[in-house]
């Protein structure tokens, strides 16, 4: 048996394939722009490329925005974020020196300022602690993904994402592929059953080795860890959390945001063996099972000269949909066939820029602010953070070598990331062996 469509339908708590494409044409119109007489300050924590590129999306999406702050561990990452916005946002531009915080507490110093909207940008472990602090301030938030690197973590989250939807505030995630148009009319497709009852997912995120930056003088144990936080797994949540959780966030979608039973996986070091590159996995491999015996296929690597792959695939009593998104592809092949009509609008830089059609990390911009001005704030903490746990509950399975139920991966008390940090402090956590690291 599969999972049922009115249980897509119902778990996933979305409107009809029609209210899904209306939506988003609605936040393109000029209708909600009300209430636009007051300038919005924005503030930046985490200046490295994705969160000073989120910088100039939130400038884009609203005529009545101004870069207000900016907020980084490090100075040099402040200084070259600060060069490159001033050229890109002119007169939006208002950053004074005064508001240019630099430190392991410039997070605090930016949310005490009287900022609108904060943009989370930092790396994944620091999230919990940034989020819970610009939830008690009363700031609207664009969270980059992931939110948090252990269970401990992922339920401040979860608290505080209640919280800013009591409070009325805006909490927009960094789960792009959930603001792309075509992505959002093929999964729609899926949840109102186009291909049928669903039988079993597939999703990969195979990719090339990423960067890594020499060690420097003066540099402590700790800044040249955080300078490198992709390769500790309690900086960055391991890639099936820091990178991959996207294709796992597209299944889950596709599979209507219910959360799997129990998760099995592997994974390990074949490739990226050397010690700069910490403790991290370069390879997963996870079996997620769903209810009704229905399962979800996950793999993922960062291993250079190998074949690429970024896609999910979803096989129905009535047909397939495959969207890849390396080529842009979202097809729905078997009885009720369809293909998206116009794919290069979509993924074409320079489509974009004739078309003044707007990219999946505008459109969650132009969302958020769209919802701040209208007074009816998004919030997409419900389903960010079962994606995110998801992931976690993957990375656990691989690690120890157990069956790991959803349930036990929340109520984790494992910490990872130890939370009050210097930059004296020395700490590290060992490779994962499984079958022998069985904690949970």
Known sequence: MSLSRRNFIKNAGLTTLAGVIASNHAFASDALWINNTNT?????????GRGSAAAVEAINADPNVVLYAMADAFED?????????????????????????????????????????????????????????AVKAGKHIFCEKPFAVDGPGLRRVIAASKEAKSKNLALVAGFCWRYHVPKREAFG???????????????????????????QPGWTDFEYQL????????????????????????????????????????????KRVDKKFGNVYDHFSVVYEYQNGVKGYFSSRQ???TAPSYDVELIGDAGRCIVD???????IVGKNPWKYADETKFTDENAYKKTNARS??????????????SNKPKNDGEWMVKSNLVALAGRMAAYSGQTVSLEAALASNQVLFPGAVSWDTKYDLPIAIPGIDVTI
């Open 360 to 373: 999946m990390y505008q459109q969650e911009h132009d969302e958020l602010f769209a919802s701040i001005r």
């Open 77 to 133: 990452h402040m200084e070259q974020s600060y060069a490159s916005l001033k050229e890109k946002l002119g007169a939006k531009m208002q950053v004074t020196r005064e508001h240019r915080f630099v430190g392991l507490d410039a997070y605090q110093k930016l949310i005490d300022l009287d900022v609108d909207v904060v943009l989370l940008a930092a790396p994944p472990a620091f999230r919990p602690a940034h989020l819970e602090a």
């Open 303 to 305: 291993q250079n000269n």
């Open 189 to 215: 497709r899926v949840l109102n059953g186009q291909i049928g009852e669903v039988l079993n997912a597939s999703c990969s995120y195979n990719t090339g080795e990423l960067w890594y930056k020499e060690r």
């Open 227 to 270: 300078r490198n936080w992709l390769y500790y797994n309690w900086l960055s949540g391991d890639h099936i959390i820091e990178q991959a959780i996207h294709s796992i966030d597209m299944m889950q979608w596709a599979m209507g945001d219910q959360l799997p039973l129990r998760v099995t996986g592997s994974g390990g070091r074949q």
């Open 40 to 48: 919005l300050k924005v503030g930046l924590i985490g200046c490295g």
């Open 325 to 331: 998104c390396r080529t842009g592809g979202h097809d």
